[in-house]
């Protein structure tokens, strides 16, 4: 999977962003109304189809499913409502947020496209009950998730994907390092550039 994975609040910066190169992107919509987050969704899926960019649905899989999407993402309380034999049956992928082990067995459990673990560290995004799980623990969950690609989130800077790829991620994701940056086109391009970096990095 690509190494940067952008995780963007609303299409608008999805229009920004992807036709820097960006190849992955989640949409991570929360508290719009069902209108507004289907439009969004709708939205976002142009944007990426005109780019060769892969969308992810973040949460809403049910919207996923309707608007043709073929990606989503979901949190350990979404599993507990999406269906995933409709999931599987329309061909839509998943990835799937961990946190501890337990979560973890239930996620490898569903066959993901890849499972996330985070944050790895301290994330500005979200309160979360789970303190920064650092790079011996992407270096764990990489062993324990086998061949299912794993992406690592949480307080990610350009500065750290070097240690974060060492330690066996495939994938990067982000949200504050962009969305927050004095100037958030310049700062994607530096995030496209250390992942190409970590590309001709050997092992
Ligand atoms: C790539 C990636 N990893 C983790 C998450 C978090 O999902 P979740 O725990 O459901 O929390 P919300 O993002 O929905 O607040 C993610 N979105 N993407
Ligand atoms: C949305 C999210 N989920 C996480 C998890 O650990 O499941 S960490 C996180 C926040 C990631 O954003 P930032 O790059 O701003 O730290
Ligand atoms: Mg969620």
Redesign the pocket.
């Known amino acids: 999977m690509d190494r940067f994975y952008l ?1 963007v609040s609303d299409v608008l910066w999805l229009r920004a962003l992807v036709p820097l190169g960006v190849r992955l992107v989640q949409l ?1 919509i929360k508290d719009r109304d069902a209108a507004e987050t289907r439009a969004q969704i709708r939205a976002a899926r142009e944007v990426c189809a005109a780019h060769n960019c892969q969308l992810v649905v ?1 949460d809403y899989w049910q919207i996923a499913l309707e608007e043709g999407c073929d990606f989503v993402h979901l ?1 350990q309380e979404d599993m507990d409502s999406a269906d995933f034999t409709a999931l599987r049956r329309a061909g839509v992928r998943f990835g799937l ?3 501890d082990e337990t979560e973890l067995d239930r996620a490898l459990d569903k066959g993901p496209a890849y499972v ?11 309160k ?1 009950k ?1 303190g920064p ?1 650092g790079l011996d623990r992407v270096r764990d969950w990489k062993a324990r998730a086998g061949k299912v690609p794993l992406v690592a ?4 800077t350009p500065e750290r994907l070097p240690g974060v790829f060492a330690a066996g991620a495939d994938s990067a ?8 940056a004095a100037d958030p086109l310049a700062r994607t391009a530096e995030w496209i550039a250390a992942c190409d970096a970590a590309d001709l990095t050997p092992a």
């Open positions: 995780i991570r973040n949190g947020s961990t946190h996330a673990l985070g944050p790895v560290y301290p994330t500005l995004l979200k979360m789970w799980q989130i949480g307080g990610l994701a982000v949200v504050t390092d962009i969305q927050r």
